[in-house]
């Protein structure tokens, strides 16, 4: 199984390697020190004025925390999202009265980071947007100023074949792309 994408011009190595896989080896324990790696990695992502809007929630695969958020996973992510080691809950700092847009791309940006410093550490992580957002929020006790904005898994790959039909096909599957002539708009080279 290949996975790493064909590109116009080389990728370094972590980019290269980095891709959202569902099979995830169940007896893997995150070390405190990988996921501390990870979090520093999140703190310190640029922000705008460096408002810092995003909060995590980490739940290691076999605690209470951990259930609660299998909990607020829907559909497939339920399946196979707890065998990862840890599950990061992200949530966004609401503005007062204005759009919290801007916090949104600056926590994505943060996980952006999260993810190529947990590919350094040779584990994988796999965002999911299908989740309960509001039960998550009741669950997790979050304050009234922050809203979920996404759930991440970090863990070691397993092997594709722990699935069968259309997860099967689904993990081995080519990763694909629009090409760059379409998401340059201008002045590509
Ligand atoms: C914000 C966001 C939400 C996503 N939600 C889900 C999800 O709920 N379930 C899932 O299996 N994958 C989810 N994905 C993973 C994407 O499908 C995946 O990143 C995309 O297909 C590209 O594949 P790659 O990460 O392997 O390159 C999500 C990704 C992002 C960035």
Redesign the pocket.
Known sequence: MN?TPETQAPLTDLLAK???P?SYDETHEISDQDLLSILEAGRWAPSSSNGQPWRFSVAKRGTELHKKVVAGL?G??QA?APAASALIVVSVLKKEGASHKGNFYDAGLAVSLMSVQAQALDLYT??????LHEQLHKDLELSSDLEVA?VFTVGKKDLPEKFEGDALARELAP?TRLPLTEIVLHGKP
């Open positions: 996975k980095r891709w959202s569902r829907t497939f992510n196979w796999h965002q999911m947007g299908g989740i996404v990763r």
